[in-house]
């Protein structure tokens, strides 16, 4: 069972909002990302990060941001929510030297 | 990163085999094989991974072809609780744990 988790699952906010989504995991990787995926469609790589005080971007350009201050946690942040932004959002992990990456269920967003 | 070509859909009986194909031409020498499944409404779960060898787990077996171009899923009993969508991927040896999804096959079981 994996333990990783993210709030909230469901977000309905309005344009120019500033929104953070929510990840923490109790396994004690040191590796995380963030996903951003569209109904029916593959998952883009927005972010990464390997450890404390390491953050990266994906191959995906995001207007998001993300810090890495503690390694159980790994926030992503957007300023000011768009439209554009409407998508589900999924964080995940592993531990170095194993290749099994572990999903939270995913943030849904929707900007109005 | 090397590219996989999967179906986009394949349907199964309940209880019956399944068999998922995926295509890698381009694998490279230090690719590794995974593949992942994403039930409704929920993030990628692990699925099973292989470099050269056939694999099992309690989940399903991965057949890998002897040039390695090709590999195939096998769910050994489909339950409806099985349908999602898997996603074959390669994974470079030396890179840090990503993982590059396309869009998967969905495998939709009948009961």
């Known amino acids: 069972e994996a333990d990783i988790y993210q709030t909230p699952r469901y977000l309905v906010i309005g344009t120019g909002k500033k929104i953070t989504l929510e990840c923490s995991q109790t396994m004690g990787h040191d590796k995380m990302y963030w996903y951003q995926q569209d109904p029916g469609m593959e998952l883009h790589l927005i972010h990464y990060s390997y450890g404390v005080n390491s953050t990266e971007k994906g191959d995906l350009s995001s207007e998001s941001t993300v810090s890495r201050i503690r390694t159980e946690h790994f926030p992503l942040t957007l300023e000011s929510a768009r439209p554009s932004h409407t998508s589900q959002y999924l964080c995940a992990s592993s531990e170095w030297g194993r290749t099994e990456a572990f999903f939270g269920q995913g943030t849904r967003l929707t900007v109005v | 990163d090397a590219k996989t070509t999967q179906p986009n859909s394949m349907e199964s009986n309940e209880e019956e085999p399944v068999h998922l194909p995926c295509n890698h031409s381009t694998i490279s020498g230090t690719d590794y094989i995974h593949w992942y499944r994403q039930l409704p409404s929920q993030g990628p779960e692990y699925v099973i991974h292989g470099l050269t060898s056939n694999v099992n787990n309690r989940m399903a077996s991965l057949a890998i072809a002897e040039d390695r171009k090709s590999s195939t899923l096998i769910l050994h009993r489909a339950t409806l609780r099985d349908a999602a969508v898997y996603y074959c991927?390669?994974?470079?040896?030396?890179?840090?744990?990503?993982?590059?999804f396309g869009r998967g096959t969905q495998l939709t079981v009948w009961p």
């Open positions: 991927i390669l994974k470079r040896g030396s890179t840090l744990g990503r993982l590059y």
